[in-house]
């Protein structure tokens, strides 16, 4: 086991590296970098450039500025170097987990995704839960029923609700609840009202669950299908097993033989998955969900920073992504062996 974790983490080391590596590179050569935005503001030529991009001409933002002023620019967001000085550096800086400054909000990336967390982790907290607390019994019950009118109805509803987009469903329910049309029930936008502040604390508690509703609704209800079915499918695998009908000859009930015998092996799936799913509920962030209630969190971060060519807020998130990729992987492989023994990471172990 140690030597698997030991081998595991070197390993990230090259391709921790080979990531940020691929994704400087194609940075170097991505037209309208952060240079050139400041060159066309200054030279007047943001408005044209967008015209000549949709005419299919080449980009000339340098023209109409001298080099003395273009130098200065450059040096102004660190381009005055080499690509290879200014890569190494930056991996040296990551390796302490100082990711620099924005280019467009002038304020270190590390505070900026700090600020944008609450939003996403709101997000990915209720969903997370909501659905691992739903979709686990509601498997177990479809698992057991299989077949049964119960079973048809409820995977004909989360199969429905699967194929409905979330932005889709988040637009219908602000104009349904949102004040629209309709009813005016639950809040457009934001995590709090503006007078949070002054709220006492069950009023802050229940003005942002009051504010997370539609927005948990409509990330949650694409999540349903996949877990439900996943769940029924690894259980009704397990019912169908030998040592279940030896138990039931045995005489144990059918609560016995599901929770005591059925329960740990159908879960392992379930449970082996769990930090990725964790992980990525709290830090993916949802770019339409936030942008159609207003939510400023990562995914909105994160798109607005590629289309803006923040490279100090792309790559920073990158970095600190993938570590953490990187490292759920890793306990997820663990956590297979810690739920059954019976797995081995390597024969050698397998001989001990």
């Known amino acids: 086991m140690l030597y698997y974790i030991l081998k595991r983490l070197l390993l990230m080391i090259p391709t921790l590296f080979g990531v940020m590596l691929i994704t400087f590179v194609i940075t170097q050569f991505v037209p309208g970098g952060p240079v050139e935005q400041l060159v066309a503001q200054l030279t007047g030529q943001d408005q044209v450039t967008e015209a000549g991009s949709a005419t299919g001409k080449l980009y000339r933002g340098a023209e109409g500025i001298d080099k003395e002023r273009l130098d200065e620019i450059k040096a102004l967001y660190g381009f005055d170097k080499p690509a290879t000085e200014r890569f190494i550096t930056m991996m040296k800086n990551y390796l302490t987990f100082d990711f620099g400054e924005s280019y467009h909000h002038h304020q270190s990336v590390t505070e900026l995704i700090v600020d944008k967390l609450p939003v996403s982790i709101s997000l990915g907290m209720w969903t997370f839960f909501i659905t691992y607390l739903t979709c686990i019994p509601l498997g177990i019950a479809k698992a057991v ?113 599901l929770y005591k015998h059925i329960f740990r092996n159908a879960l392992i799936p379930l449970i082996t998955g769990f930090p990725a799913s964790f992980l990525a509920a709290f830090f993916a962030g949802s770019l339409l969900i936030e942008t159609i209630f207003s939510l400023d969190g990562l995914g909105l971060l994160s798109y607005e920073s590629i289309v803006r060519r923040d490279y100090p807020v792309v790559l920073g998130s990158l970095y600190l992504f993938t570590l953490l990729g990187l490292l759920t992987k890793l306990v997820t492989d663990i956590s297979y062996v810690l739920i059954d023994p019976r797995i081995k990471f390597s024969s050698a172990e397998g001989h001990s």
């Not at 279940?244 to 144990?252: D, Y």
């Open 145 to 257: 029923r299989d077949g049964s009118r119960f079973d048809i109805i409820s995977s004909t509803i989360v199969l429905i609700g699967f194929a409905i987009p979330g932005f889709v469903l988040g637009i219908l329910l602000l104009v349904l609840f949102g004040g629209g049309s309709f009813f005016d029930i639950f809040p457009l936008k934001g995590l709090t009202s503006d007078n949070w502040e002054q709220l006492s604390l069950f009023g802050k508690v229940t003005d942002y669950l009051w504010h997370m509703v539609l927005p948990i609704i409509s990330s949650v209800i694409g999540s349903f299908a996949v877990m439900t079915m996943l769940t029924k499918n690894s259980f009704l695998e397990e019912i169908r097993k030998n040592y279940v009908i030896t138990a039931k000859a045995k005489g144990l009930s059918h609560n016995k033989i």
